[in-house]
């Protein structure tokens, strides 16, 4: 019958755990002797040494490939999408909707729209942005020629917006039926909306239900142009001072006041008809102005 083993003490156990850390009859330490300890020593040294080395080539030569101003895929984004302002959304679609009779319903408009434009202040765009820019040509910059190793942005200021701007009306024309809605086109890095340097883009709005209720549109600045001058955007990195050019359109309501209006950006390089993606070239909104 096999015998129960010895227990053990617990300084037969601290001396055991002593001979293990330091044997003086072999001459180990923790089971190696110096000599083994230096040899894996260096063995692990070299190793991390290597390891590290790798790591640092492999992420070196990622970053030397990389563009930091522009993302390396950009196939999805061929065509800019559209947006606009006041953007008030209802379950699926944009309703820009307002009680003239009411200065909570159109104060909210005015508000949203001069939050929006507080980045075209005409005082910070022209301390920011003060490159002479050549209107009517694409402002192709193929060096970083601004201060802090950056590009050159064309200031777009807010009095360019006209009788849209809110200076000479602070209220947009929200609190009577000439309400204006901005029109802005989304930014492509280094996208060019025309293989010509002679045809801008421009916004063309039509009312799609209720022509009758619209009776005169106009455009801010002239015609709804997007000088060509803002055109390409190099990147947020690139051109940190960099604003969009803007379209203010204004619409005159009578009847029922009330409007289905599609504001597209036309351009012989911007598609309008993917049934995937309703706000690629264009925006559709509805305006309604009650009493």
């Not at 000599?35 to 080539?57: H, Q």
């Not at 005169?216 to 997007?226: A, L, V, W």
């Not at 209006?261 to 390089?269: G, H, L």
Request: net charge neutral; with cysteine; glycine share 6%.
């Amino acid at each position: 019958m096999a015998t129960l083993k010895e227990k053990r003490t617990c300084g037969q156990r601290c001396e055991d755990f002593g001979r293990f850390v330091w044997n003086s009859d072999n001459g180990t330490l923790m089971g190696r002797t110096p000599e083994k300890w230096v040899y894996i020593s260096l063995y692990y040294a070299a190793f991390y040494v290597v390891m590290t080395a790798l790591f640092s080539l492999a992420i070196w030569t990622l970053m030397y490939t990389l563009d930091p101003y522009a993302p390396d895929y950009q196939d999805r984004l061929k065509s800019p999408g559209v947006m606009v302002w006041p953007d008030t959304y209802g379950e699926e679609v944009v309703e820009i909707s307002y009680n003239t009779s009411d200065k909570a319903s159109w104060m909210k408009m005015k508000n949203i729209l001069d939050k929006f434009l507080e980045p075209y202040n005409d005082t910070k765009q022209l301390e920011c942005n003060t490159y002479n820019c050549t209107k009517g040509k694409y402002f192709i910059q193929n060096t970083f020629s601004a201060p802090h190793h950056t590009k050159w942005a064309c200031p777009f200021t807010q009095s360019m917006l006209g009788a849209c701007s809110g200076f000479e009306d602070p209220n947009f024309g929200y609190n009577c039926t000439m309400p204006c809605v901005i029109i802005k086109m989304n930014r492509i890095i280094e996208f060019l909306p025309s293989n010509h340097t002679d045809l801008p883009p421009y916004v063309n709005c039509t009312v799609l239900e209720g022509q009758d209720n619209v009776a005169k549109i106009e455009y801010f600045p002239d015609r709804g142009i997007m000088d060509l001058s803002y055109f390409p955007y190099y990147g947020k990195l690139a051109q940190p001072t960099y604003v969009n050019p803007l379209v203010a359109v204004r619409f005159s309501l009578v009847g029922e006041k009330h409007a289905k209006i599609q504001c597209r950006v036309v351009s012989d390089k911007i598609s309008y008809e993917n049934f995937h993606d309703p706000y690629e070239g264009k925006v559709i909104f509805y305006l309604k102005a009650v009493k």
